[in-house]
């Protein structure tokens, strides 16, 4: 079987675009993660709202903590979106061959996107524990990625992991709404376009309103396993009054999804299971939607690029035989 060049192009545009809106708004990430990850004590908590947050990283002076993971973060994102760009672009163009189709059906789409962020989960699992753990350590006292994953064991690594596959559902709900609605706004666009026009794409605007308006739908749905994968994967509290044994009875629970639900429910109610739903779904939108804009923007440009060394590759071969 030969190389398939346009799930490259394909995948190649996702992880890019990805990598950049990872960047852009990582400092909104940080915040929202120790926000979500802080459980109600006592009735009290230490961050009322996500300015908190960042309110703590500028009156200690440790505004630059706020990147605390990025290059982790930047690596998992960039391979998970390779990953799963390729192996949806790749299982939908094996269904439409080996079922005759010309469109996939909703149901369809579901399931092959749900593969694709199975096999995505699997692959990114220690690097999305690694960076979730790095943002929920206190600032200024991040660990790096090597230190990270290896100061616990393999399992550990690997911590919410059921969760993380029972998210596929968010990607899975959210690329086949905005595919959906990108093509029929495309074939809207092509009744009235000329037939010897350039070819129909999206504006920049357009795919950002359908990546905002998809995520948010996936995010709304899926809410409660967030918060619960954020609280299972996050640092260790460090308080210097707490005892060696007290400290690892706390990690223990934290890590177990019945310790999550249970902790949540006792403390802060049915509420507490969707305590920064709204930075979430201003950080998931916001970070989509860009995602989604720069990969339309960038697929043409992967695309001839992929084209042009492939073309390279070929008559360099060609020159080669002809010696």
């Known amino acids: 079987m030969g190389v398939d060049l346009e799930s490259i192009s394909e995948a190649s545009s996702g992880a890019i675009g990805s990598l950049l809106s990872t960047t852009i708004l990582y400092p909104l990430d940080t915040c929202k993660t120790k926000y979500q990850a802080e ?3 006592h009735g009290q908590r230490k961050y009322r709202n996500l300015s908190d947050v960042l309110w703590e990283a500028v009156s200690t002076g440790q505004v630059l903590s ?7 973060k930047n690596l998992q994102s960039f391979i998970a979106q390779f990953v799963y760009f390729y192996g949806y672009s790749y299982f939908k163009r094996l269904y439409l061959e080996n079922s005759g189709s010309k469109s996939i059906g909703t149901k369809v789409n579901l399931i092959l996107a749900a593969g694709a ?7 990114t699992q220690p690097l999305d ?11 200024g006292k991040s660990k790096g990625l090597w230190k990270t994953l290896t100061e616990g064991t393999l399992s550990d690594a690997f911590d919410g992991l059921g969760i993380s596959l029972l ?4 990607p899975a709900i959210q690329y086949t709404v905005f595919d959906q609605l990108k093509q029929r706004l495309l074939k809207q666009k092509l009744k009235k376009a000329d037939h010897d026009s350039s070819p129909v794409v999206l504006s920049a605007f357009t795919a950002f309103l359908l990546g905002a308006i998809s995520k948010s739908i996936a995010t709304f749905l899926t809410y409660p396993a967030i918060r619960c994968k954020v609280m299972i994967q996050a640092a260790d509290p460090e308080d210097d009054d707490d005892d060696d044994k007290t400290k690892r009875a ?3 629970s934290r890590k177990t999804v019945s310790g999550v639900v249970s902790a949540i429910w006792r403390r802060e109610g049915i ?3 969707f305590k920064g739903l709204d930075a979430q779904i201003t950080k998931t939108v916001l970070s989509s939607a ?3 804009m720069i990969k339309e923007k960038i697929t043409a440009i992967t695309w001839v690029l992929i084209l042009a060394i492939r073309r390279s590759l070929l008559l360099r071969n060609g020159r080669l035989k002809n010696v």
């Open 290 to 292: 860009l995602l989604l």
């Open 250 to 252: 706390q990690s223990k």
């Open 167 to 170: 998210l596929t559902s968010n």
């Open 117 to 123: 962020g199975a096999c995505t989960a699997i692959v």
């Open 66 to 72: 706020l990147y605390q993971g990025l290059g982790t």
């Open 39 to 41: 459980v109600q004590t």
């Open 271 to 273: 509420l507490g299971f």
């Open 129 to 139: 524990t690694a960076s979730s753990r790095m943002q929920t350590s206190a600032f």
